[in-house]
């Protein structure tokens, strides 16, 4: 089955620089990878997601970017703010509907006044 | 339109016990997924529901078992817990399978004393 590795499990950064949180995964049929923003105590919450079909989106101070060739996909924070601190999970999954998402570890974002 | 929503949300059980969840999907959403967070496992795929079927089922022991109702809501069931079981419970739910869009709910709390 698919397997996600989500890099680094932990990530400060000074207000303004930007965060940049990596996965891998294992299947290549894989072909869906949303991200996941939880603050602490709240609910998931989804920011983002990509499809094969497409290389880099973007939303505002946030992108992902996926390579598929090397089973990997980024998130990216341009100008962070304390706000944007949380933990952030990625995930991934298939195109039969008979693939449930598989998630990250998580990493845990500290963005720092 | 309302999130998902989930009940209770805090649990406090005793070993041996058994204890049942409920989760209500966004209004028009057929799939219900189950997590099952702790610190150290992450966001850990239970089962998946769509159209009162079950389509996809984690690694998890025959303790765990859920429904899905003829209007999308969902329970899953614990039985005979375990220390073990404590985690925030997380259901989650999309318009279609494989995790597409996935919306989650706030939670329910279990602890195992």
């Known amino acids: 089955g698919e397997n996600v590795e989500q890099h680094p499990s932990t990530l400060s950064v000074q207000e303004g620089d930007s965060a940049v949180i990596k996965c891998t995964y294992s299947d290549s049929a894989s072909n869906y990878f949303p991200w996941y923003k939880q603050e602490l105590g709240k609910r998931p919450q989804l920011i983002i997601d990509?499809?094969?079909?497409?290389g880099e989106k973007k939303d505002q101070r946030i992108a992902v970017t996926l390579n598929k060739t090397a089973k990997h996909f980024s998130l990216h924070i341009t100008e962070t703010q304390p706000e944007d601190s949380a933990v952030y999970f990625c995930a991934a999954s298939g195109n039969s509907g008979n693939t449930p998402l598989v998630f990250g570890k998580g990493t845990r974002l500290s963005v720092i006044a | 339109k309302a999130g998902v929503t989930q009940t209770p949300r805090y649990l406090i059980k005793t070993r041996g016990q058994q204890v049942t969840l409920s989760c209500s999907p966004i209004?028009?959403?057929?799939?219900v997924s189950w997590y099952q967070q702790t610190p150290g496992q992450g966001l850990q795929f239970l089962f998946e529901?769509?159209?009162?079927?079950?389509?996809n089922k984690g690694n998890f022991p025959g303790r765990f078992s859920g429904r899905q109702f003829s209007n999308s809501r969902s329970e899953m069931n614990v039985s005979t817990l375990e220390l073990g079981d404590s985690a925030l419970y997380l259901c989650?739910?999309?318009?279609?399978?494989?995790?597409?869009?996935?919306?989650f709910g706030p939670g329910t709390r279990l602890t195992v004393t």
């Open positions: 990509i499809r094969s079909n497409v």
């Open positions: 989650a739910s999309s318009l279609g399978l494989a995790g597409y869009e996935q919306y």
């Open positions: 529901y769509f159209s009162e079927t079950q389509r």
């Open positions: 209004s028009g959403h057929r799939s």
